[in-house]
C-alpha cells in the first residue's frame, strides 16, 4: 500500500529550493511513497522541472496561493492566511489525502494551525513536540516536550510519558521502552512539586504494568542513553535542546579552527579525514531532524527551518515511517487505556 | 596583603591526594596566598610530606575528625557530623580566619551547611549557585542558578541577577556586565508568567540604569556569548548544566574513538596532535571549575566533585580572585541598593 505525504514546500529557511530536491529524493528512494507538494504551483512545478522530475508518477502538486513566514504572527498564521501552504498540506491530512504531512515552518505557527485544523486526540489535553537525539550507545533518545508547552501539570507530563512511549514502540520497535523523568537529581525527594506527583502517576502505571517508567534522570543522560525516552515540560526541553544545539556549534568551529591552524594541523587533518568524517557523520544532526507534533488527530512533522535537501529528506522518512507504523492508531489505543480522567479540553497558557 | 583561603581537604571524589597537589601549586604561584587545609590532620601532614611541602610557611593545618561523604543525607551534614572537614573549613570563613573556603563535598551539603554556619546576606531570600562556560567569544559566561532553587519566584531570579552581575563586575572587571534571562524565545511575549514578570522587573532596574539587562535569551546564546550573564532557576540551570555536560562527554568519546580506529587516523591523530592539544585545552573543563555560592555572608566555592588537582587549582584561584576582588563587600553594597523590599527569610521549598 502506497503511504502519501504532504509536504509544505514553502516552509523554511529555504523553500523549494530545499524541500523539492529532498522529495524527489526520498520519493526514488522508497517505492512505496508518495508525496503531495503543497505550494506555489508554478515555483514548484519550475524546480521539479530544474530536477527532471516533473512527470514523476508518485508527485503531485496542490497550489497553495500564500505562505506563513518566520516572523507571521499566530493571528496572522490562523486567521489571515488561510490558503497557506503550511496549512493547505495539514489540511489534506484532516481530509484522509495524506496519512503525514512535513514542513519547515515557523514551530510555533506550525502547532498553532495544525491544532485547530487537526484538533487534539481524544484524551490528550496538550500536543507535544518530540525529537530524537544521539546517545552514547548508537541509538535515539526520545525528548518530549521541546517547547509546545512552558508551563506544564502533572497530568500533561504523564500523557507526554505515555505519547512518546507509544512513537518509541512504534518507530523502534521496542516493545517496552523505558521513560525517564527529567530531574536534577536521581532519587525520588529531588525536583519540584510537578516533577515529584509526575513520578508518583508513572510509578503507579509502572506498578501495574501499563508503562516502563526507570525513574529520575539527570541532564547527562539524555547521552548516555539511560532511557529511550526523557519526559520534561517545554520550557526546560527547549532550553536544553537550544544549549546542546549552541554547544555542538561551538564545539564544531573549535575543531574546524584548530585543524586548519596551520599546514602541520592541516595535514593531519587531511590524513586523518577519514576520521573527521566519521565523527561528523556520527554527529551530524541531520540524521536526527524530524520532531513529531505528537497528540494531534494526524501527524504532523516538523522539519529544522534551517535544514538543507540531506536533512529534509529525514524528516520526510520520519514521517513516512511513522505513517507505517500507525502511530496514531497506537497512540489513540494507548491513551484510551491509560487516561484514567480526562479534565475538560483547555487552551495552552502559551507555545513558543 | 594575604589572602586565607581555607580548604576542605577530605571533599570530593579523590580527598587529599587532589586538593594537597593542588594547593602546594597554588600557594606556590600564588605569593599573596595563604592556605588552611581542613581535614585529618595525619592524613594531610602525611601527602604534604609525600610532596615535601611540609615545612611551606604558608600552608597550615586545621584538624577536622569527620567528613561529609557524597551519600550522607542533609541531616548527617548538618546536625551529626559537626567536626566535619567541611564545615570546619567553612567555620573558618565564619570566624574571619579565612576569606574564602573551597570544598568539593556533595553540593546539597555544603550549601546547607554554608547557608547554616554563615547564614544568609541581608537583603537576600536565597543564595544560588554560579558557575562559568566557555563561549565563542573566547569569554566566559556565567550562569546561574544551577542547582539551589527548584522553585522560584521572579524576585528570586531577580536577586540571582544582582548577584551575577556583581560578580562578573569584580570578577572580570567589566563595568556593567550583560544580563540575559534564560527563555524558550527572544521575544517578550514568550515564556511562563515567572520569566515575563522577572522581566520586568530587571528591565525597570535597567531604565534606571541600575543593571544592564540585555532582555531574553536562549539556550544557544550561553554559547554565543550573547551576554555575560544567564539567569535561570536552578531546576533549568541544573538540568542544563548537566546535559552539556554529557554532550561534551559524548562528543570526546566520538573524537577519541574515530581517531583510534585505524593506522591512518591514528597517524592523523599524530601529525595533527597539535590541533588535538588545542581541541582539548579550549574545551577542558578544567579552566572553568569552581561554582560560586552566591548570596551567603562569607564565600564557598563548589569544585566539581571529580575534579583533579590541575583542575581543583582553578577552584581554589576562583576563591582567591574573589575575595582579592572584595566581591562579598561589592554584593552587599549592591543588594542593599537595588533589593527595593525585601520578603520576610524563607526556608527554600527544596535543594538539590
Redesign the interface.
Same mark, same amino acid.
Do not use: W
Given at each position: 500500500m502506497t503511504i502519501k505525504i504532504s509536504i509544505d514546500c514553502m516552509g523554511g529557511d529555504h523553500g523549494p529550493s530545499v524541500t523539492i530536491p529532498a522529495a524527489i529524493s526520498f520519493v526514488n528512494s522508497e517505492p512505496g511513497a508518495e508525496l503531495i507538494l503543497v505550494g506555489m504551483e508554478d515555483v514548484i512545478r519550475a524546480e521539479l522541472k530544474k530536477h527532471k522530475a516533473d512527470a514523476h508518477p508518485r508527485l503531485s502538486i496542490v497550489h497553495a496561493s500564500e505562505q506563513i513566514t518566520m516572523d507571521d504572527t499566530l493571528e496572522v498564521a490562523l486567521r489571515r492566511k488561510k490558503d497557506s501552504s503550511m496549512r493547505v498540506a495539514i489540511e489534506l491530512v484532516k481530509d484522509a489525502k495524506a496519512q503525514a504531512s512535513v514542513s519547515a515552518g515557523n514551530t510555533a505557527a506550525l502547532m498553532a494551525v495544525s491544532r485547530y485544523v487537526l484538533k487534539t486526540m481524544a484524551g490528550v489535553d496538550r500536543p507535544a513536540i518530540c525529537s530524537i537525539l544521539?546517545?552514547?550507545k548508537d541509538g535515539p533518545t526520545y525528548m518530549l516536550d521541546l !517547547?509546545a508547552n512552558? &508551563?506544564c501539570e502533572p497530568h500533561h507530563l504523564h500523557q507526554f510519558a505515555i505519547m512518546g512511549s507509544v512513537l518509541v514502540a512504534a518507530m523502534e520497535g521496542i516493545a517496552r521502552p523505558t521513560i525517564g523523568l527529567?530531574?536534577? #537529581?536521581t532519587e525520588d %525527594? =529531588?525536583? @519540584?512539586?510537578v516533577v515529584k506527583q509526575t513520578a508518583k502517576l508513572l510509578q503507579a502505571d509502572h506498578e501495574r504494568g501499563a508503562l516502563n517508567f526507570f525513574g529520575n534522570v *539527570? #541532564?547527562? &543522560?539524555? $547521552? =548516555?542513553g539511560t532511557t529511550d525516552i526523557v519526559v520534561?515540560d517545554? $520550557?526546560?526541553g527547549?532550553? /536544553?535542546? =537550544?544549549? %546542546? *544545539?549552541?554547544?555542538?556549534? $561551538? $564545539?564544531k !568551529?573549535?575543531?574546524f579552527s584548530?585543524?586548519k591552524? @596551520?599546514p602541520? /594541523?592541516m595535514? !593531519?587533518?587531511?590524513?586523518?579525514? !577519514?576520521?573527521?568524517r566519521? %565523527?561528523a557523520k556520527?554527529?551530524n544532526p541531520s540524521r536526527y531532524n524530524g520532531a513529531s507534533l505528537l497528540g494531534l488527530r494526524g501527524l504532523v512533522i516538523k522539519s529544522h527551518g534551517g535544514a538543507d535537501a540531506y536533512s529534509y529528506e529525514w524528516a520526510i522518512r520520519r514521517a513516512f515511517e511513522a505513517a507505517k507504523n500507525d502511530v496514531q492508531a497506537h497512540l489513540s489505543t494507548m491513551i484510551a487505556e491509560l487516561m484514567p480522567r480526562v479534565p475538560a479540553q483547555e487552551e495552552p497558557?502559551?507555545t %513558543?
Open positions: 544521539p546517545n552514547q !517547547g512552558v &508551563d527529567l530531574n536534577v #537529581g %525527594i =529531588k525536583g @519540584n512539586d *539527570e #541532564g547527562n &543522560d539524555i $547521552f =548516555k520534561c517545554g $520550557f526546560v527547549n532550553v /536544553t535542546l =537550544k544549549a %546542546i *544545539e549552541g554547544m555542538a556549534r $561551538f $564545539f !568551529g573549535v575543531v584548530e585543524f591552524r @596551520n602541520l /594541523t595535514l !593531519g587533518a587531511l590524513i586523518g579525514r !577519514g576520521a573527521l566519521a %565523527i556520527r554527529l497558557s502559551s %513558543i
